[in-house]
């Protein structure tokens, strides 16, 4: 290709790169030791020129990265790639000069095409021979991003080995980069090589354990449902290295416990809790609140509730409503009642959804008039009344055996525009057919003319 051709394939290379390239390649005294003249093609230009161009001061590092970049994406222009040596030249000049976020940008080419690609040992060979003596910081940089480039490409076996140089050559280990790690083998479920990691952190007597990575470490290991095994870590951890947990450490803790209703164990934690002095914030408390009730321990929830208040934190409706639908479920129907009268006098405002734990639990306890009541305070409220309370209402007077109020329900349900679905239209006239063949056969026609059909409507054909 002659120097003309190349200049033309250069045009679209210019909107995208900030100084042109085939200025730098003519202008380069490292060109023109190589090349006789302008009009040789300059596909002669070979690896080891454009190693000294990359090398010599007189080119400002940014036009090296452009170059670096524009013979990456037009490998058809050259007659070589980039090498292994070229990639960590490049790097390490970049990084010296203080330029993270560009440095950061030439490990993805690194990534891919050579660190992946070459064993661990032959990198430390070409950094020595490159990079030997580039200054400390930023040596450590660069082994830095290596470990997350092979973190973020999943090889966490070759982590290990850059983590084991860099401790054995004094290399300083960043503590973000460790716990950034950790959460990579957390995220592709390598949960016990997260749990192998951090000893290799606490054993090597570097300043690289802090309570965010001993944070990962114990959610990982309550994944897994090891509480007993991440308390006992923590304890360890505030022994042994005076590292205090913080309240996100605790909940995972917390949030583990109270799903596998292990309350043994999460007096335990609360325990260790209150050892360190950790509050629990409002998140915990709804964690906990919401575990008490699903297992049956509402006087606990309710008692959190309380000290919500106490603690001048907001209590939301829902978690009042959880409460009291726990109580409606074992059939204690004044207990929600009360804990409705002391919300309201709390200052927390019902909703929808509270009446409707509230006229459920009346539904299931047979008190269906006290159900209805409730209904037409609905309606003086002006509380919108969804299908799920007509349904509820419906069942249990049906349930009741108040056949009259259960189609009195189904009447003002389909005015509001609500069609039940067969299974309904079908209980009621199953019941109507023990009192009344004709009734019963009128409610069929008109479910059939609605376009529901009734499993049984065979039953309700001419007598």
């Known amino acids: 290709m002659t120097l003309q051709s190349f200049l033309k394939t250069l045009k ?139 973190s973020d490409n999943d090889k966490f076996d070759e982590v290990v080995e850059v983590f084991k140089y860099m401790k054995n050559s004094e290399v ?64 360890e951890m505030v022994l042994v290295k ?40 409002l998140d915990t408390y709804k964690i906990l609140i919401d575990g008490f009730t699903s297992y049956g321990k509402l006087e606990e929830a309710e008692r959190l509730v309380s000290t919500m208040h106490d603690e001048k934190l907001r209590v939301e409706t829902y978690l009042y409503n959880l409460i009291m639908d726990g109580y409606s479920r074992f059939g204690l129907v004044e207990k929600a009642f009360e804990l409705h009268r002391e919300m309201s006098c709390r200052g927390v405002t019902p909703n929808k959804d509270t009446y409707w734990v509230l006229m459920n639990g009346l539904c299931k306890a047979g008190k269906v008039c006290e159900a209805m009541r409730l209904l037409n305070e609905l309606r003086v409220n002006e509380f919108e009344i969804d299908e799920e309370m007509y349904i509820t209402l419906t069942e249990g007077c049906y349930r009741a055996g108040m056949i009259d109020k259960s189609l009195e329900v189904v009447a003002e349900m389909i005015r509001e525009g609500f069609i039940p679905d067969g299974t309904v239209f079908e209980r009621l006239a199953d019941a109507l057919l023990e009192v009344s063949w004709k009734e019963a056969q009128m409610m069929v026609t008109f479910v059939v003319k609605s376009g529901i059909k009734p499993k049984s409507c065979s039953e309700f054909g001419p007598k």
């Open 12 to 150: 679209t290379a210019k909107r995208t790169y900030p100084f042109s390239i085939n200025k730098l390649l003519l202008d380069s005294s490292s060109i023109n030791q190589t090349l006789d003249s302008p009009e040789k093609p300059l596909s002669d230009l070979n690896l080891s020129t454009f190693r000294r161009i990359l090398s010599d001061p007189d080119v400002k590092s940014w036009k090296c990265v452009s170059l670096f970049n524009f013979i990456l994406e037009s490998p058809s222009l050259f007659s070589f790639q980039p090498d292994l040596r070229a990639h960590l030249s490049l790097a390490f000049r970049v990084l010296s000069e203080r330029r993270f976020s560009d440095a950061q940008k030439l490990m993805k080419p690194v990534a891919i095409d050579d660190i992946l690609r070459y064993p661990f040992i032959t990198i430390v060979s070409a950094f020595v021979d490159e990079c030997g003596c580039c200054e400390t910081r930023v040596v450590a940089r660069f082994f830095n991003s290596m470990v997350m480039v092979y």
């Open 172 to 235: 300083k280990i960043d503590e973000k980069t460790c716990t950034l790690h950790l959460l990579n083998l957390k995220k592709s479920d390598q949960m016990e090589l997260a749990v192998d990691f951090f000893p290799l952190m606490v054993e090597s007597g570097l300043d690289v354990v802090s309570v965010y990575s001993l944070t990962v470490v114990v959610s990982a290991l309550c994944c897994n449902g090891e509480i007993t095994r991440a308390r006992g870590l923590v304890e």
């Open 242 to 281: 005076g590292i205090k947990p913080n309240i996100v450490t605790f909940k995972s803790m917390i949030d583990c416990c109270v799903k596998r209703w292990d309350f043994e164990e999460l007096d335990l934690v609360l325990k260790s809790m209150e050892k360190e002095s950790v509050m629990l914030d």
